[in-house]
Nanobody
Framework: QVQPVESGGGSVQAGGSLRLSCAVSRYAYSSNCMGWFRQAPGKDREGVAAIYTGGTITYYADSVKGRFTISQDNAKNMVYLEMNSLKPEDTAMYYC??????????????????????WGQGTQVTVSS
């Protein structure tokens, strides 16, 4: 099964932290491109961060650089998104997605993840002021 499964969302106050987790099948995880995306009500889906699971290369949206960290656990086929210094504007449904590794650094930020074929159901993050 390729479909990612997210967990770890919740409600926090501004300045707080959350860690999102994404579990995928070993087949989908190995040497692939994993991304975190988010969509707030009334807004387009946007890329937050991505990681090439065959190495250590990571990518971030400017809006989260220095606050969010994407990481992987190869033994568990897991990808994480550590979110610190959360702001109300980070409130959104967060999705984990997977695709093949080709051009990971280019496609992850294109068209709100439209080039990723495998998606989880999402996990809600709400940040109150």
């Amino acid at each position: 099964q390729v479909q990612p499964v997210e967990s770890g969302g919740g409600s926090v106050q501004a300045g707080g932290s959350l860690r999102l987790s994404c579990a995928v099948s070993r087949y989908a995880y190995s040497s692939n491109c994993m991304g975190w995306f988010r969509q707030a009500p009334g807004k387009d889906r946007e890329g937050v961060a991505a990681i090439y699971t065959g190495g250590t290369i990571t990518y971030y949206a400017d809006s989260v650089k220095g606050r969010f960290t994407i990481s992987q656990d190869n033994a568990k086929n897991m990808v994480y998104l550590e979110m610190n210094s959360l702001k109300p504007e980070d409130t959104a449904m967060y999705y984990c997605a997977a695709r093949s590794r080709e051009r990971c650094g280019v496609v992850w930020s294109r068209r709100g993840g439209a080039l990723f074929p495998y998606w989880g159901q999402g996990t809600q993050v709400t940040v109150s002021s």
